[in-house]
Nanobody, 123 residues
């Protein structure tokens, strides 16, 4: 059984930083493409960032480009999302996702999902 566990969310002031972590168990992490998505109150789930199994092709939504960085440590079975210069518009539940044949930005292509972690940015 594959499990994704996110951590690192919380409350931060605008301009601050947070680092989200997503630890995967039950599957060979190094073969999984990883992605981060978010859902803000009253809005649809949206793509945030993605990274390939060998750390290739990090991709970002335009809204976070230059502020967020996705990375992974295959030795620790963990993916990260470093979030800098946070804005109130970044407030959302952030979800980690994993898939063997994931398509960047396409939530339907990710087989496994975490439970989500709340990020709240105050103005």
């Amino acid at each position: 059984q594959v499990q994704l566990v996110e951590s690192g969310g919380g409350l931060v002031q605008a301009g601050g930083s947070l680092r989200l972590s997503c630890t995967v168990s039950g599957r060979t992490f190094s073969r999984l493409s990883m992605g981060w998505f978010r859902r803000a109150p009253g809005k649809e789930r949206e793509f945030v960032a993605a990274i390939g199994w060998s750390s290739d092709g990090p991709s970002y939504a335009d809204s976070v480009k230059g502020r967020f960085t996705i990375s992974r440590d295959n030795a620790k079975n963990t993916a990260y999302l470093q979030m800098n210069s946070l804005e109130p518009e970044d407030t959302a539940v952030y979800y980690c996702a994993a898939g063997l044949k994931a398509v960047i930005g396409a939530p339907w292509s990710y087989e496994y999902w975490g439970q989500g972690t709340q990020v709240t940015v105050s103005s």
